[in-house]
């Protein structure tokens, strides 16, 4: 059975960091996409990182520059670093896949219409 498992949010200042994480487990083979989403009441979910299988990595214009995805594929562990947070990027997190790309992954702006399975979320909030 497969499972997301994110950790790592809570509250910051804006200017500060977080680093989130994924355990994901339950799938045989490294052969699908993750990233990471986030959502706030209301609101569409946004595509905010993805990373393949091999390392290759697409960013949301919002947050290049100052997100970092990456992965420990020993751990089955991705992660989401987050510099210099603002306001705006208070939201719900989710760590989710994308099992049917063998591995390739669509943009972070494509990657929620695509996501197949995710964890249960993480809240981020970031005060002014």
């Known amino acids: 059975q497969v499972q997301l498992v994110e950790s790592g949010g809570g509250s910051v200042q804006a200017g500060g960091s977080l680093r989130l994480s994924c355990v994901v487990s339950g799938y045989r083979y490294r052969n699908y996409c993750i990233g990471w989403f986030r959502q706030t009441p209301g609101k569409e979910r946004e595509g905010v990182a993805t990373?393949?299988?091999?390392?290759?990595?697409s960013y949301a214009e919002s947050v290049k520059g100052r997100f970092t995805i990456s992965q420990d594929n020993a751990k089955n562990t991705a992660y989401l670093q987050m510099n210099s947070l603002q306001p705006e990027d208070t939201a719900m997190y989710y760590c989710a896949t994308d099992e049917h790309s063998g591995g390739y992954c669509a943009t972070a702006v494509n990657f929620v219409g695509v996501a197949d399975r995710w964890g249960q979320g993480i809240q981020v909030t970031v005060s002014s």
């Open positions: 990373i393949d299988d091999v390392g290759g990595t």
